[in-house]
Structure formats: structure tokens, C-alpha cells
């Protein structure tokens, strides 16, 4: 069975950066292209950030404005997620995802529906 543990958010103030990390536990994590997702309190949980299984491809949503980067150390099993100029309305949980990449020619997915296994998110507070 896969698990994911998030760990890495915490409360910061506008403009902090801040490194969210994603510890997977199973077998063949280099098969996974992997995502990041949140939910901010009363909205939809969004898509943040995906990364191909060889890091060769990222994806952003466009309010990350060239602001988080997604990589990835398949030999420590371990997705990151580094936020810079971090803005109140970053203030979410956030959740890891892992996307088996060997059913797709795709090299990551943007929908919730395309991933198989789900942390249980990290909480982020961006406040003055």
C-alpha cells in the first residue's frame, strides 16, 4: 500500500518562502508522476503543481505566477514543493498526490480524478 506524509507548512507572513515536503512509502515511486493539490476553506480543492515521474516535465497553475517550483529525489522517495512571495490567498491545506504513469502518454495530469493515492495534507497560514 502507498502512503504519503506531507510535512513542511507552518504559519508565515506575506512575502516568506517556505518548503513543503511529500515522503512516499511503498514500492516504485519513480513510476509516479507526482502533484501538489489545495483547499482553502469554503472553496474546491485546486491544483497547484505536478512533476513527471523522470522530472523531465512541470505544471503550473496559473496563479502560482512563476512564484512555487515542484521537484522531485526519487532516491530519497521525496516530492517538494518551494513557496516564494507567498500571498494570504496561498493560505490552504496542502495536499501530495501520486499518479501511476505507466497507463497515460501523458506526463501529468491537472484533475484530482487522475491520481491513485493521497496524503493528508499540510496546513499552510500566510497572515500579517
Known amino acids: 500500500q502507498v502512503q504519503l506524509v506531507e510535512s513542511g507548512g507552518g504559519s508565515v507572513q506575506p512575502g516568506d518562502s517556505l518548503r513543503l515536503a511529500c515522503v512516499f512509502s511503498?514500492?516504485?515511486?519513480?513510476?509516479?508522476?507526482m502533484g501538489w493539490f489545495r483547499q482553502a476553506p469554503g472553496k474546491e480543492r485546486e491544483f497547484v503543481a505536478a512533476i513527471s515521474f523522470n522530472g523531465g516535465v512541470t505544471e503550473y497553475a496559473d496563479f502560482v505566477e512563476g512564484r512555487f517550483t515542484i521537484s522531485r529525489d526519487n532516491a530519497k522517495k521525496t516530492v517538494y514543493l518551494h513557496l516564494n512571495s507567498v500571498k494570504p490567498e496561498d493560505t490552504a491545506v496542502y495536499y501530495c498526490a501520486a499518479d501511476w504513469a505507466g497507463d497515460t502518454v501523458e506526463p501529468v495530469h491537472t484533475t484530482q480524478r487522475e491520481y491513485d493515492f493521497w496524503g493528508q495534507g499540510t496546513q499552510v497560514t500566510v497572515s500579517s
Open positions: 511503498g514500492r516504485a515511486f519513480s513510476m509516479y508522476a
